[in-house]
């Protein structure tokens, strides 16, 4: 091989193997991001199971059953107002998303503690609200999205849904409800 074909292919070969070096390391990158990741699922639990965990604490410390409650709207609407409060009066970024945090976990807390399973509800709840940006849903002058007219609202969903937890999960105490 002429010494300058020999030189073209060292530079070409050497321009390989560092691209090559270049992407195993991008590679071992992504499989540490993705490892991080996976081990992060792992540990979590849903929003809901992390309140219910909490409400079981609850009511271990206080010798009350879990899951036998009704809703306490008089406890829940000033613990909520507490929190907007707070939000109202947060100095910062992290403050502000502490009360909206604190909202959501008073609010899953409190219904672990009717025990209904809330994912099923949850998922009708999203799925009517998604249907709010069919024809005729817009977005008002105060940033909120407006219902179409032709909107279903999923009460009856969730009213079927309560019933049938009820029955299937001895809810005895919402019975009536």
């Known amino acids: 091989m002429p ?3 020999k030189g073209k292919f060292r530079r070409s070969t050497q321009q390989k193997l560092s691209k ?9 990158r992504l499989l540490a991001v993705a490892s991080a990741e996976a081990k ?12 219910l965990e909490f409400t079981k604490r609850r009511n271990q410390c206080i010798k009350k059953i879990t899951g036998q409650s009704r809703i306490d709207r008089a406890f829940i609407t000033q613990m909520v107002k507490d929190e907007l409060q ?3 009066e947060a100095k910062n970024f992290t403050e502000e998303v502490d009360a909206l945090i604190d909202i959501i976990y008073y ?17 009708l709840v999203h799925r009517a ?5 069919g024809p005729g849903g817009y977005l008002n002058e105060i940033g909120k999205w407006v219902k179409p007219p032709n ?10 849904e309560i019933e ?10 919402l019975k009536g409800i």
């Open 129 to 133: 609200n998604m249907t709010k940006f």
């Open 151 to 160: 909107f279903i609202p999923p009460d009856e969903d969730i009213r079927k």
């Open 40 to 51: 992060h699922l792992e540990e979590s639990k849903s929003f809901f199971q992390d309140c």
């Open 20 to 28: 090559l070096q270049q992407q195993n390391e991008e590679l071992k």
């Open 107 to 123: 609010c899953l807390q409190h219904l672990s503690n009717t025990g209904l399973q809330i994912e099923p509800i949850w998922n």
């Open 86 to 88: 707070e939000l109202a």
């Open 164 to 173: 049938y937890q009820i029955q299937v999960f001895h809810l005895d105490h």
């Open 3 to 5: 010494h300058s074909s």
